[in-house]
T-cell receptor, first 114, second 115 residues
Framework: DAGVIQSPRHEVTEMGQEVTLRCKPISGHDYLFWYRQTMMRGLELLIYFNNNVPIDDSGMPEDRFSAKMPNASFSTLKIQPSEPRDSAVYFC????????????FGPGTRLTVT | AQSVAQPEDQVNVAEGNPLTVKCTYSVSGNPYLFWYVQYPNRGLQFLLKYITGDNLVKGSYGFEAEFNKSQTSFHLKKPSALVSDSALYFCAVREVGTGGFKTIFGAGTRLFVKA
């Protein structure tokens, strides 16, 4: 298995622009998580899905952030409009509810908003 | 509410010496406990977990951790550190039986192993 795939790996954009981050979870995993990592706040859970349905989005910072999971093999995290304080590394992770309990992380997307 | 604390921002150890990275947790019920490692510019990698059973769990790269219910701790250990163990280590906890999969991560402890 290729593991969790995220794209792009790096994104540089100007304030006010829309940003879309993409994630492909490990095949067969039924949980998908989006995290944000910064030096100041550490690793924060933004939202997670089970069987493509959002379960907990309490970590989404504000309405500028939205996440979707249209099918079991794809999810997006969108920021519109982006702001400099959104600069961070965004990770996607997936997990299985049957047998495994750990999460498998993608390589992350480093977002810089200027 | 679940929480996890890693009291040390940084741990320094000489190569060949034993290492310990500390973690304490708080949950209402029984915990699932995890350790992850992050190398520069990489995602987190799973090291080991405690779900049930033996309090001493062994994981990847020679790491092990001991679950101590009375002290609510899950310290990460390795008998002999390697320079290549230098990385950022995260402890994480999930509460059993809550019906959800929300996992809380600690702030991380940076491990430096000096040759």
């Amino acid at each position: 298995d290729a593991g969790v795939i995220q794209s792009p790996r790096h994104e540089v954009t100007e304030m006010g622009q829309e940003v879309t981050l993409r994630c492909k979870p490990i095949s067969g995993h039924d949980y998908l998580f989006w995290y944000r990592q910064t030096m100041m706040r550490g690793l924060e859970l933004l939202i997670y899905f089970n069987n493509n349905v959002p379960i907990d989005d309490s970590g989404m910072p504000e309405d500028r952030f939205s996440a979707k999971m249209p099918n079991a093999s794809f999810s997006t995290l969108k920021i519109q409009p982006s702001e400099p304080r959104d600069s961070a590394v965004y990770f996607c992770a997936s997990s299985s509810s049957t047998g495994e309990y750990e999460q498998y992380f993608g390589p992350g997307t480093r977002l810089t908003v200027t | 509410a679940q929480s996890v604390a890693q009291p040390e921002d940084q741990v320094n150890v000489a190569e060949g010496n034993p290492l310990t990275v500390k973690c304490t947790y708080s949950v209402s019920g029984n915990p699932y406990l995890f350790w992850y490692v992050q190398y520069p510019n990489r995602g987190l990698q799973f090291l080991l977990k405690y779900i049930t059973g033996d309090n001493l769990v062994k994981g990847s790269y020679g790491f092990e951790a001991e679950f101590n219910k009375s002290q609510t701790s899950f310290h990460l250990k390795k008998p002999s550190a390697l320079v290549s163990d230098s990385a950022l280590y995260f402890c994480a906890v999930r509460e059993v039986g809550t019906g959800g999969f929300k996992t809380i991560f600690g702030a991380g402890t940076r491990l430096f192993v000096k040759a």
